[in-house]
Each structure stands twice: as C-alpha cells, then as structure tokens.
C-alpha cells in the first residue's frame, strides 16, 4: 500500500519538516489533512531557508501534488502570500501542483481577533494559542456556522455567512474590547483572496481517491502532534484538532482500508511551546543548551521553546495512539556533549506510578519522571550517514528508545540540511 502517514510523537516541532521534504522527493503527493497556519515547517536546501506555514512541504519538488484536506483550516491571506512567496522564488509554476479541498473551513479576521482577545484576557491561565485564529474556526465548524472554501467562491453565500458569524462573534468581541470588522471589510477582503484562489479549489478527496486507485505514492502530512491532539493530548493545553494518524479518514477524505504505515517524528530530546504540564522540562543551563544549540524558536510564533529530556512515556503513547510502525528520530547532533544523557521511563504523580501519560492535567502537572542515565557522547555527528558512523554511545541511546517505545527507529536526523541523514529503513517499505 502505498500511503505514509506522518505524525508528530511529541508537542510539535519534531522536525517533520525535513523528513517530509525528505519523503516527498519520493512521493507523487503530499497531503495535508488538519490543523491549519499555526504549523511551521522550516525547508533548508542548499543553506537557504524556506519557511511554509499552510502548503505541504512537499512543494519544493515540482513533480509533487500538494493538496490541502478538507480538515485543514486556511486563512486565505496567509495562503495566498504562502503561494506569491514561493512562485517568486520559482516553485508552484503550475496551479495544478496545489489542490486545496472545497469543503476546508476558511479562517476570517474576527476568529484571529477573537483568539488572541481571548489569550490576553486569561493572562497567566493562557493557552499559549500561536493566535492565529484556529480555535475559533474549527469552533465555528462544529456549531455549524462555519465558511468554507466554496462559499467563499460564492459571494452572495459569503455574504450571508460572514453575517450569521459576526452575528454570534461581534457581541463577544465587544465584551473583550474589540471591534468586530463590518461585512464590507470582510467581504472587500475576501473577495479578493477568492478569485486568488479558485484555481486551486476542487474536490481534493475525488484528487487523492484518484491517486489512490492509480497506485501513486501519497504521503499524508500530519501537523502539532500527538500531545496536542485536542482528545488525546494534554487537554486542555492541546490545539483544536485531533493529531493522530487516524484522522486522515475525516480531514482527507481516505477510507481505512487505504491507509497502512505511519512515521512517527520524535525529536531527540522534548520541547513544547506554550503553556501545559511538561514532565521532562528542564530550566537550567541544560535546558538553555538545548535551545541554544537546536536553534529552538518558533517557526510561526518565534517564540523560544521549553526544552527537556527525552520523554519515553509520551512517544510510547504516540506510538501507540498513532500505531506506528517507525520513528524518525531528529537532531540528535545536538545531544552531543551532553553527559549523561536522561530518558523517562515513567511517572510518579500523587504515590502512583504512571507508565502512561495520565489524563488528569493536575497529575501530569504534578508528575515526576523515573528518569534512566544514559552515556553521553561528544562527538559531532553532522558528517554521520550510517548507523556505524554514530559513536557507541548515540548508537545505544537509539536502541534504548526503540526498546522503551517498542518502535523501530527507521531514520535519523543529524543536521538540519537534507543530506544530514541517516536512513535505516524506506518507510513506504515498512
Ligand atoms: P493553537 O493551535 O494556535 O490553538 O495553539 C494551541 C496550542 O498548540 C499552543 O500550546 C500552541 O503553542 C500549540 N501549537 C499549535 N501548533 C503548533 C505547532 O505546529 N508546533 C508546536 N506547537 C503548536
């Protein structure tokens, strides 16, 4: 079966840019499939950085569909400045190289305002939301007062429907001291990022159905990821879709039957932006060294990021919530000259002992990892390109994690450019 789904094993920014970027050179498809521009992936080819927050990052290889899922959410200005950006620089010459699903939820300016009204009002009982607008829209998608991509095309519907939202949305506004934008902003707007747009707007299920049945490679582009998920991560410090790999039957439109191996991507250590109970965190000078050294500030927000250990009970978890078949493990250059090096094994919250990730925020707040040392190595790995090349010790704290999360580690990172890797085994082959 020819499907790969990619799923993020720990709070995001694992990398999954550069492995999809990586996969995508091999693939006909890339597709995404939830969650919208609070994602960021970070492309480096030939030391230039390209930065993508909506459009797959499979875009910078031409023979490759992108197509945004039906679950996606799109703000169609930052969608439509994603696609000038990259067609300046000579990607995305042809409009049939993006699909973007009729039936996606479109993000409107009161859902940004009202998400970041919202953050600044709970002060220090935040979220931490990357404020743009993805709660608020996918709220609005339940309640089932909702714009999509195809009523977007139709300005009189649109009208009707930004009419009905600001109906429900402008008196909350105004209780957070805020104006709501008229219709005629909206519309004057919007109209405009329509006609941008329609090229691109199809039945991107009927696109990759097509794929499907004609035996094309298609990967599946998970974004946040599994600690995130708004059922299974660390609710209510989660984002507001599911994450998991079994969401790309709803966000995309594929059967069950269609989908089969799953890439799980985990960095070496953990980070996490945001607010939320993280077990592993460090704030100490290791901690510091650890965002200093993987550069970790935010793609979409710029924000610096918690950084900790290795957490096994969290990609355990996603490995099991996501069923993957193997991981790719990411930056695990910047490990090196670091000793010992830690990994959780477990919990310790409340006199129980937790091998899971609990589901109460008050015991994983109050969770103390079970911590195993490890060697450390200091060694730079960024000339590494096969197992053997790794130093004894890199190369046991990887069988160590493949035995505490029972998962094949299938694909190193040691370095942020595309040869910087080590590829154990084809995931489409898994
Ligand atoms: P939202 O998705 O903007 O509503 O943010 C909800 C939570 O998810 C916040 O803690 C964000 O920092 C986090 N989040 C959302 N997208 C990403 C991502 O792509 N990487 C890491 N964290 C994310």
Redesign the pocket.
């Known amino acids: 079966m020819p499907t790969l789904i990619i799923v993020g094993a720990q709070?995001?920014?694992e990398g999954k840019g550069k492995v999809v970027d990586h996969f995508a050179a091999h693939a006909d498809m890339v597709a995404r499939y939830q969650?919208g521009n609070?994602?960021?992936h970070t492309l480096v080819v030939d030391g230039e950085r390209t930065v993508v927050h909506l459009i797959p990052a499979g875009v910078l290889h031409p023979g490759t569909t992108c197509v945004l899922g039906n679950g996606v959410v799109i703000d169609p200005s930052v969608l439509c400045e994603e696609i000038s950006g990259l067609q300046k620089r000579g990607y995305l010459g042809d409009p049939a190289q993006l699909r973007i699903d009729e039936r996606a939820h479109v993000i409107l300016p009161v859902h940004r305002l009202l998400?970041r009204a919202r953050e600044q009002s709970l002060a220090d009982r935040a979220?931490?939301?990357?404020?743009?607008g993805?709660?608020p829209c996918y709220e609005d998608k339940a309640a089932r007062r909702g714009v999509r991509m195809v009523d977007m095309l139709d300005p009189s519907y649109f009208r009707d429907a930004v009419d009905k939202i600001l109906a429900e949305r402008g008196p909350l506004l105004k209780l957070y001291g805020e104006e709501p934008p008229s219709r005629e902003e909206i519309c004057a707007e919007y109209d405009g990022h329509a006609e941008r747009l329609r090229p691109y707007v199809t039945d991107a299920t009927e696109v990759i159905a097509d794929a499907i049945a004609t035996g094309k490679r298609i990967l599946f582009e998970g974004?946040?990821a599994a600690m995130?998920d708004v059922d299974h991560g660390t609710y209510p410090?989660?984002?507001?879709s599911n994450t998991v790999a079994g969401v790309v039957g709803s966000g995309a439109g594929v059967a069950p039957k269609h989908v089969g191996r799953v890439l799980g991507i985990a960095k070496s250590y953990t980070t996490r932006?945001?607010?939320?109970p993280f077990p592993t965190e460090l704030e100490d000078e290791v901690g510091a060294r650890l965002r200093q050294v993987g550069g970790e500030f935010g793609a979409?927000t710029g924000r610096p990021r918690r950084c900790g250990w290795f957490d096994a009970v969290v990609v355990r978890q996603a490995a099991r919530l996501s069923g993957l078949s193997g991981i790719a493990l990411t930056k695990l250059d910047v490990l090196s000259g670091i000793h010992p090096l830690k990994i959780a094994t477990a919990y310790e919250s409340g006199g129980r002992r937790y091998d899971r990730v609990p589901a109460s925020v008050s015991a994983l707040a109050g969770a103390r990892p079970v911590y195993e040392e490890l060697d450390g190595w200091s060694e730079d790995l960024s000339g590494a390109r096969r197992f053997e090349d790794l130093p004894t010790a890199a190369q046991r704290y990887i069988s160590r994690i493949e035995e505490l999360t029972a998962t094949p580690v299938t694909l190193i990172s040691v370095g942020a450019e595309r040869e910087e890797t080590i590829l154990l085994r084809d995931p489409f082959l898994l």
């Open positions: 709070w995001g920014d969650g609070n994602a960021g998400d979220i931490g939301t990357t404020g743009r993805i709660g974004a946040q995130l410090f989660v984002t507001s932006v945001g607010a939320g979409t």
